[in-house]
């Protein structure tokens, strides 16, 4: 607004600085004298100053006939687009005008008024490999698909702008959700433009999608070949689409080649639960305890979790609860002080009929970290312990409307899964998921199977404890019978 206030201002200054001047002309005495053949010519100073406009006008005409004279010679001389580049010079100084307002309105959300301008810049230029880029992307901001991709398949016709051709029908294939042409058309441009990070990114995310591990990790190769990726997420995600090809591997029967690539993933990303899982699962079938303990253990010190338990757990599957709480002393030291750890103490105390330990295990996470589990398990130490059944169900009552705890969340949309998976099942986004606590849980109440994951292996031994807590959140009003529990807790854990 004040930049248009100025100019308004500087106008009106001008026009009165003008008309000022020809006063003082039309006033003034004298001029200019002009003797050509023998007659003088006598101009005031206003006729002075039209004859100067005059001589200017005509001095550009000179030349302009000169350069039309220079390129005639030149044209006589053999050089026979001498003529059109003369005669073209204006075109392209409008053409190029026209594509200059095309980027500038299709930069300010203009897009009918980018096409039109690309379509003038075409009419001068005759270049389409610029113009048609402007008139695609205008009709893409207007909606207008169908011309769009028009423009792009033109596109695709040149060498030079091919890539801009098939990466603008491969967006549009994603808009609409078509991933099969979708990547198609990634892998055409990768191999067009491997360096191209955007593409990398795209066609990783559609191979996994489409649980293609092996040209996943040619792709992720290609990214960090490139420098389009850090080393050590590299390893991180390569581990991943290993342990995911390896539980394909593992669907087909193959299961020696599916522990080996468990093993490797493992390796490579020593965090990564789920291969820790798989490749201790694949030396306990092998017979290495040793090396399925050691491997369970260091993966514990990075991050405790139950699926680390459950697969200790099924290392010796038929010990008694004592045996197995005296054998997980060794897991459970490492990280004492850790919820996970923490919570897994208490479980195993409650197989044992340990009770009072148990609640020692629990501590303070009643008052600083009450969730479903947690609850869960302080009923049954209560129940356990002969507390009543009124302050048993007030556990229970209490658990089902706890927070979840943490569970696999997806950090790119928040979404909670059941279970590790290395595509979000929700966005699609690949290697997301982590182990945390949702902002808001709203997944449907865990059994008691998910909450004591390690008290009832495959011996007999009975178990009340647990029993207690899985019967009360199913039937609260049918839970005298001891016998009756440890049969429905142990169909549960089936």
């Not at 206003?46 to 350069?67: C, G, H, N, T, Y």
């Not at 042409?181 to 996994?208: C, G, M, N, S, Y």
């Not at 208490?346 to 629990?362: G, I, S």
Request: glycine fraction near 6%.
């Amino acid at each position: 607004m004040l930049w248009s206030l100025i100019k308004i201002v500087f106008f009106v200054a001008l026009v009165a600085a003008l008309t000022l001047a020809a006063g003082y002309l039309m006033e003034s005495t004298g001029g200019v004298q002009i003797t050509l053949a023998g007659t003088e010519y006598t101009l005031g100073p206003l006729q002075s100053v039209l004859a100067a406009m005059v001589l200017v006008f005509a001095v550009w005409v000179a030349f302009k006939l000169l350069s039309l004279l220079i390129a005639v010679l030149h044209f006589l001389n053999g050089d026979e687009t001498s003529l059109s580049r003369y005669f073209d010079r204006n075109r392209e100084r409008k053409g190029y005008q026209a594509l200059s307002e095309g980027l500038m309105a299709l930069a300010s959300g203009e897009g009918r008024v980018a096409m039109a301008k690309a379509s003038k810049a075409e009419r001068y230029l005759h270049r389409p490999e610029l113009t048609d880029l402007i008139t695609a992307q205008a009709a893409e901001m207007n909606g207008d698909r169908a011309k769009a991709e028009q423009v792009y398949k033109r596109l695709v016709q040149r060498d030079e702008t091919r890539f801009v051709g098939v990466r603008g029908i491969m967006k549009q294939k994603l808009a609409q959700g078509d991933t099969e042409t979708a990547l198609k058309l990634a892998e055409r441009a990768f191999v067009l433009k491997p360096k191209h990070e955007e593409v990398q990114d795209i066609l990783l995310k559609l191979q996994a999608q489409k649980a293609d591990w092996v040209g996943a990790r040619k792709t992720l190769n290609a990214k960090l070949k490139h420098g389009s990726l850090p080393r050590d997420v590299h390893k991180r995600r390569d581990a991943v689409l290993a342990l995911s090809e390896a539980k394909d591997i593992l669907d087909s029967g193959k299961s020696i080649e599916a522990r080996e690539a468990a093993i490797a993933a493992n390796k490579a990303s020593p965090d990564l639960i789920p291969a820790a899982c798989m490749a201790a699962r694949g030396f306990v079938a092998e017979g290495r305890t040793k090396n399925a303990v050691r491997l369970l253990k260091k993966a514990w010190q990075v991050q405790p979790h139950p699926d680390l338990a459950a697969a200790f757990a099924e290392i010796v599957p038929n010990e008694t609860p004592v045996e197995r709480l005296k054998r997980f002393r060794q897991l459970t030291a490492i990280r004492p002080e850790h919820r996970e750890t923490r919570l897994l103490t208490a479980e195993l105390n409650l197989a044992a009929e340990d009770f009072p330990e148990a609640r020692r295990a629990l501590g303070d996470l009643i008052e600083t970290d009450p969730d479903t589990r947690v609850l869960a398990i302080m009923a049954a130490v209560e129940r356990g312990e002969g507390a009543p059944d009124a302050v048993v169900r007030g556990w229970l009552t209490k658990a089902l409307t706890a927070p979840r705890g943490p569970q696999w969340v997806c950090e790119n949309c928040n979404n909670i899964h059941n279970a590790w998976t290395p595509v979000c099942e929700n966005c699609g986004a690949f290697d997301t998921l982590s182990w945390k606590s949702p902002p808001q849980s709203a997944s449907s109440m865990p059994t008691g199977a998910e909450m004591l994951p390690l008290l009832v292996g495959e011996d007999e031994t009975p178990s009340a404890a647990p029993v207690a807590v899985d019967a009360e959140l199913v039937e609260p009003d049918q839970t005298e019978d001891p016998a009756a529990e440890e049969t429905q807790a142990k169909g549960a854990q089936s």
